[in-house]
């Protein structure tokens, strides 16, 4: 008997390809150095993660939610372990979300955060698992998940053992949950959400059912009482958690919660399984119904694992060395978190801007977009890679327009957050529609981008400062420091794109007038500065100009989260002309070449983060592209915590490392040529979805004689000679094999 | 046609008796003196009661909630209005409940009471009706109640106009509330409950549905938002009330609220109705669709009016100045607040001490009782005027301790708060069994006082010291300001009780054991100071012993709230046994007499409510009963807000006014008997429910030649010289006339 278990397991694993890709995610990268990934256990595009909650309630971290900015559950840095929280983001620079809280402990029930919590030891991470000790009790904590549940598994000590749910603390700044105690082995509630980058107007509940694999012994809810003023003389609660228990009717507040007790033997196991929805308590116990695997945590670890597995394995890579794996599949890993699914098991997910119920039609209905950091790169990476999924994407995008009567631009769980500027889901929409992925309302969509690239006034929900931009064809500056020429920049390669769409769909004025709209970013150009620089609505530049202020995301007159240096090439759409109003290709590159040589480059942000591929637009100047970016590669990006060089912007930092790193980079979405570069492995092949690219795998082969070498001797498509530094998509999409010869020097 | 319908509304009147008692009521009496009744709009036992909240909020208050200890949504003292809470306490000593408030404002919607507050101008209220002007906003405001829902008319200026909701403000310490704005006329939440006397352990939520007669313009829900640290920075509501426009899911946290604005026409009239229940939404909607007027608050209100008059009506006086009557009835009115029905109209409840929901079979289930308070003298008149009320509230007693274990001490809402001391519901039981109300569950109740009268231990949770008491026959004082004698003399008295019901049910072993424990109290008479005086666990008096101490609700030892002189006399089922121990009638009745004479008597609290009528247990000495009666009837019991000597304990002063002045008074629950006295009116006519007391109407007359005539001459009862100071139950509730003929000295 034992033989044959031993078997099935040896079979399972082989199944499951031994953890093949999944091996070489270190899901620590990017938790420290404001990355702002985080390692909690979660499959690919899930609603749901389970994260260890580490920000708040001890000076023995190193950083406090409540201290500073701060927009991730966990980090690196903290030690003082305060749950495990079911809803978060990854990677984004705001707070939100962060709630749901489990947590074990031991001995009287203490609801007091700042008390319960525990110093983590020996976490461990891999795609779709997590766990860690915690010391003060002697509890070893797993955690892994499906698309809409997370489980978690306590390892207890003999005694009094305690499970908690709190719904108080979060990462959002939102507050307010209700809680049920439904019988001594469920629990069902709803916490309030939404108060991303610390703004309101996004508030939305999410509902959770949660199940234990064991009864309670005892059970009840708490909450934190306000502090009384001369009544405090009397009440034993003023400012004090309060136990309520036993207590079986709903519980609502501000900081509340429940616990679960047992009588637990030695290294006894508890596990607990959480449903999610956005929809509704019932919702959740139907994902919960639909996707538990009956307190089975192997068997839905293992799942997790399979799936992480084949979403991988799109791409494999041969050579290396075992980092350059690690950062390249962690990277992949974290293009997969979001934006991630809202629908229901039964398809259910709230409407965008409203609290209508809505269905999807067998697709799944996609939210967390951050939309002016993922048009740039990471779009096209899911268009060639995952092509249902960003299908899906953009589907899901075009029905929040039918929903709410807008594209979006930051959209959180139904909701736009109006963070960030532009109008960031034209280029997305048209790169797909021009990558082949075609199957969407193309209509709803060019009306839903004609709208907001036309309507005058400040309603414009996407561009309220249109109107100087469609007279004068630029955005003024009008505050000290507003964001003007950030603002302009965006219409411009929105606008672009809306010119390309209206190219393709026939509609040739609106192309002309489109493209016409798209050039307006000449109206910045300062020849003086030979940069980009602020204009009034006189039209008369900025005085007072410093094209190096903004760094280190000080404010600065025009520019967002960035110098003028960092916007100035920031018109993919038009190198050419961006080319001919800086003298020529020679200024250009000089010019291109300073940013890096003086330091005035930012990896860490996305309005430069196509610079170091546009040498590639002038001929003989490519090998300063595969310099720069292989010295960027090898600089910015480890296998370590800090391995992000900043915030990864739902997977956009990742998506220029995973294309960097296979030799190519999509400079100008909506312009579907790759630039090249050379590749850091020895052998890429790309698992082509075969319903959108039907066809041949595509592999992508490197030789070189020496590790160091980063330069292009020579570029072969399918054994001929390729002699461009670009490739197109569709080409690329065909399959086949391209090869890059490498040599030492340029 | 018009003519026609004054003819209706004239029959209407005819029918309503043209208020013809309901005229006598003057809700503001109680309202300052610490009496804590309110003007709110209730109907008789009502679950719901719309009432003036106006303890909160500003300065210009003369009392503030969070200021000191505070028990009443409604001061007299007070003008600052912010709002009008629809479930409410009247006449009792502990903060609880005030909560679902409703308030009128113009203009933009603010959710701060301290700011959206109003001076109140122009108060008026009749039983089941209030109206008040909001000076801020030209409002007037009117209010009137079924038994389970609440309606508010609403006279607007011409303008933007709203309602708001405050789930936050409440005169409970309990906090968490939720809010669903169901569509642009309805609404529904839940609030919760329950910190009674600042104490924990007694929390339940609260239902409502509520309806506008006119659909709001615009809608949205509140919360004020916890203060934030370092985010306060970049949060715009940190600290502040945020508003969620046009937000339709549940919202739930510590302090909020939800608001329907309108636009209005001057002196237009908005409507709201609002169902209540302590089951769940669902019932409140029941119990809104069965009680509901749809908007008629003219005829709600007269309804309301007509139901007061029926139940008043049951005592019809004559003779008297019209401030006696209006002091008579507004007591007998406030004997009709507490205990209230808590079924809803689909019979269900929920059930003592659980969450468990239960359905009455017939009979309403009642709740509030203060029964410390009400043993005494409230509930012997229920039996007397109100036979069916008072077996109900028999019968619910009866059914908590099926449900609990425990028959009630303090019940509020199903919950067992646990304060004052004793084990009062025997005496209640019994006495109304002894009157004939035999109709409950006399084995199960006999259990339930067997039960606690015997149950050794701590966790006897009606009598935690009983251990000493059964082995030494009395408490002994152990900690320096405990209420050892008064648990002692509580005891004493139920277990008297106890023994006559024992008799009454032929268990006469039973009979004689708790006889023998009900005569313990001399243990704690002290020869040296003729007074009760604690002892000691080693049988040792108290050293340091005053009887004075405890005035003024100053602690004492051995002494609830009052001092040894208080409750000396507090042994009304064995005065001849005190007036033994006392050395005999002399001595006792000087000593009575020195605590009228020396200003130790207590009229405001209910230890001493009796001693005025111990007079007439000796034979020439009833004229000091109708002598100091009369005194305290006259100098205690005002026309006037400040007309309640102190807290009415849920009716109990005022059945002691009603029981005074109309000449009787049972002095000893259990005891059928009733102390007669002077009455003060020319003739009282007593209409007996005939489902109880079949028969002739009783007839109080009384004759004298001078207003001023306050000692007995004569009693005849039907013709015949009545001898007796004394008349029984019995002999009373056969109906006929007892006729008083006075004098004008003793």
Redesign the interface.
């Known amino acids: 008997m034992k033989r044959f278990i031993g078997i099935s397991i040896l079979l399972f694993f082989c199944f499951n390809g031994f953890g093949q890709y999944s091996q070489y995610v270190n899901p620590f990268i990017g938790t420290t150095n404001f990355g702002t990934t985080n390692p909690g256990a979660i499959v690919p595009r899930g609603m749901v993660s389970v994260t260890p909650f580490n920000v708040s309630g001890s000076d023995i971290n190193k950083y406090d939610k ?4 701060w927009s991730t559950p966990y980090s690196w840095d903290n030690s003082y372990l305060t749950g495990f929280s079911h809803v978060n983001l990854s990677g984004v620079g705001c ?1 939100e979300l962060g709630v749901i809280l489990l947590m074990p402990t031991t001995g009287k029930v203490n609801a007091d955060h700042k008390q319960y919590g525990s110093v983590m030891k020996n976490q461990k991470a891999t795609p779709g698992y997590y766990a860690t000790n915690l010391e003060k009790y002697s509890i070893k904590a797993e955690l892994s998940s499906t698309k809409r549940t997370g489980i978690s598994r306590y390892t207890f000590p003999k005694g009094e053992s305690n499970i908690l749910l709190n719904l108080g603390l979060g990462l959002t ?1 939102e ?4 809680v049920r105690i439904v019988n001594n082995k469920e629990i069902e509630g ?1 916490r ?1 959400t939404g ?1 991303f ?4 107007g996004s ?3 999410v509902y959770f059912v949660a199940r234990f694999s064991k009864p309670a012994k005892n059970f009840g809810v708490w ?1 934190n ?2 502090k ?4 405090a003389a ?5 400012g004090e958690y ?1 136990y ?1 228990d036993g ?8 900081e ?1 919660g429940a616990y679960f007790t047992f009588d637990t033997e030695e290294n006894e196991q508890i596990i607990v399984e959480v449903g999610v929805s956005y929809v509704s308590i019932e919702n959740a116990r139907l994902n919960l119904k639909a996707e538990s695997n009956d307190f089975d945590f192997e068997k839905t670890r293992a799942e997790a694992e399979k799936e992480w597995n084949d979403i991988l394995g799109r791409v494999k890579v041969a050579g290396g060395t075992k980092d350059q794996k690690t950062i390249f599949y962690t990277a992949l890993y974290h293009t997969q978190i979001h934006p991630n699914i809202i629908n229901d098991v039964n398809g259910q997910y709230p409407a965008m801007e409203s ?1 209508e119920i809505k269905e999807t039609n067998d697709c799944n209905r996609y939210t967390v977009f951050s939309l002016w950091d993922t048009y740039r790169n990471f779009h096209p990476l899911m268009a060639l890679l995952y092509p249902q999924e960003q299908l899906d994407m953009v589907r899901s995008m075009v029905d929040m327009y039918k929903e709410s009567g807008w594209l979006p631009k930051w959209e959180l769980n139904s909701k736009e957050t109006h963070v960030m500027e532009g109008d960031p889901s034209i280029p997305v929409i048209v790169d797909s529609y021009l990558r082949g992925l075609t199957d969407f309302d193309v209509e709803a969509a060019y009306a839903a981008m004609y709208k907001s690239a036309t309507m005058e006034g400040k309603n414009n929900k996407l561009r309220p400062d249109i109107d100087h931009y469609l007279a004068e064809g630029y955005v003024p500056i009008e505050e000290e420091f507003d964001n003007s020429v950030s603002h302009a920049l965006e219409y411009y390669i929105a606008d672009w794109n809306l010119a390309q769409f209206a190219k393709a769909l026939g509609k040739k004025a609106d192309y002309q007038k489109f493209l016409n709209q798209s050039l307006g970013y000449k109206n910045y150009y300062s020849k003086e500065f030979g940069v980009l620089r602020p204009k009034l609505a006189d039209g008369t530049f900025l005085k007072n100009f410093d094209p190096k202020q903004g760094e280190n995301f000080e404010p600065c007159p025009g520019f967002h989260e960035g110098t003028s240096w960092q916007y100035t090439f920031c018109v993919p759409h038009d190198i050419k002309g961006l080319t001919k109003i800086m003298d020529g290709k020679k200024n250009f590159v000089s010019k291109l070449q300073k940013v890096f040589d003086e330091d005035l480059y930012d990896m860490a942000n996305e309005p430069d983060i196509h610079y170091p591929f546009l040498f590639n637009y002038f001929k003989g100047e490519e090998w300063r592209t595969q310099k720069e970016v292989r010295r960027l590669v090898d600089e910015y990006y480890k296998n370590a915590p800090d391995g992000i060089p900043g915030n990864d912007d739902c997977g956009t930092l990742s998506a220029w490392i995973v294309y960097s790193m296979m030799g190519m980079y999509p400079v100008c979405p909506g312009d579907t040529d790759y630039a090249l570069t050379s590749p850091v492995f020895d052998k890429i092949t790309i698992e082509l979805n075969q319903e959108f690219y039907p066809g041949k795998k595509l592999e992508i082969v490197t030789k070189k004689k020496n590790a160091n070498d980063i330069y292009i001797k020579s570029i072969k498509r399918n054994g001929s000679n390729h002699s461009s530094y670009f490739i197109n998509h569709d080409d690329l999409v065909k399959g086949g094999t391209i090869e890059f010869e490498l040599k030492s020097s340029k």
């Open positions: 409540d201290a500073r900015w707070p700044n507050v307010g949950a209700k709803s309030m108060t980058c610390y703004n309101d508030e939305r509940p909450k009482m306000p009384l003023q001369a009544e009397w009440s034993k609660t003023s309060k309520y207590f079986t009717r709903e519980m609502f507040g501000n509340i609290f």
